[in-house]
């Protein structure tokens, strides 16, 4: 086995892995919860971009209730990230596990 032609393969792997981060980093995802009531739009690499509210979800006799549909709407908004990360960096790796991505 060349000992160069492998440093150079997990070099290029390296370069990939760092184009498609950047891309995740720029790239939404929106979920929703709350028959549409709740809309939070986050990047692949889970960073909170916006939360938009239908005012006709603002109910002071149900705040909680509002609560819970912006926690749902996060919680789906990061899991459709991840998926979408993993996906992403699985083309790169080629399913192998590489511990931090």
């Known amino acids: 086995m060349n000992i160069q032609k492998l440093m150079k393969q997990a070099q290029q792997a390296q370069a990939q892995m760092a184009a498609v981060q950047q891309e995740l980093a720029q790239e939404t995802v929106e979920a929703s919860a709350g028959g549409g009531m709740v809309k939070v739009v986050m990047t692949c690499d889970r960073q909170l971009r916006d939360i938009i509210i239908d005012p006709d979800a ?6 909680e209730l509002l609560q819970d549909m912006i926690l749902a709407a996060i919680n789906e908004a990061s899991r459709i990230a991840e998926e ?14 590489i511990p931090g991505l």
């Open 58 to 63: 603002v109910d002071p006799e149900e705040v």
């Open 84 to 97: 979408t990360a993993a996906t992403k960096m699985e083309a790169v790796t080629g399913g192998l596990d």
